[in-house]
């Protein structure tokens, strides 16, 4: 299959993942410095700045956001990242959705690119699959 270009969609997922891994990492080291047994503790702006040091030793680079204090003190009280929150809001599961767009490649490498009421079937069948025959099917502007 050929290789096509990620979508604008794609690339801000995939930016948005990458700082959800930073804030996991920075959470496990406040958590890890603010255990009982410690004694140093770390300030949440130091711990956003140790860790933004951590990913440029690794990559070279700097993370595409900066890591906020207010967003690493909302995970300190169970926040929930984005991306995990915003992928349980769709229908389809990321595996799914990773079918979908793969058939779509490959039909469209093929010669038969999908219509959206083409695209729109194939969506239904499979989520009638899973969620069974009362699922009334994705919206006109879905």
């Not at 891994?21 to 140093?40: C, G, K, N, R, V």
């Not at 440029?56 to 003190?73: D, V």
């Not at 079937?121 to 699959?129: D, G, K, M, P």
């Amino acid at each position: 299959m050929g290789r096509h270009a990620d979508s604008e969609t794609l690339k801000a997922r995939k930016r948005r993942e990458l700082m959800d891994s930073l804030y996991t990492e920075a959470l496990l080291l406040y958590q890890h410095e603010h255990s009982p047994d410690m004694t140093f503790l770390e300030g949440l702006c130091a711990i956003c700045d140790k860790i933004t040091l951590h990913y440029y030793e690794r990559t070279g680079k700097q993370p595409p956001e900066a890591l906020q204090k207010s967003t690493l003190q909302q995970y300190t009280k169970n926040g929930v990242p984005k991306s995990q929150s915003n992928s349980e809001q769709g229908y389809l599961t990321r595996g799914e959705a990773r079918e979908i767009v793969g058939y779509c490649l490959e039909m469209a490498d093929r010669g038969f690119p999908l219509t959206h009421q083409d695209l729109r079937i194939e969506v239904n069948s499979i989520l009638r699959a899973r969620l069974g025959d009362l699922f009334e099917g994705v919206g006109a502007q879905w």
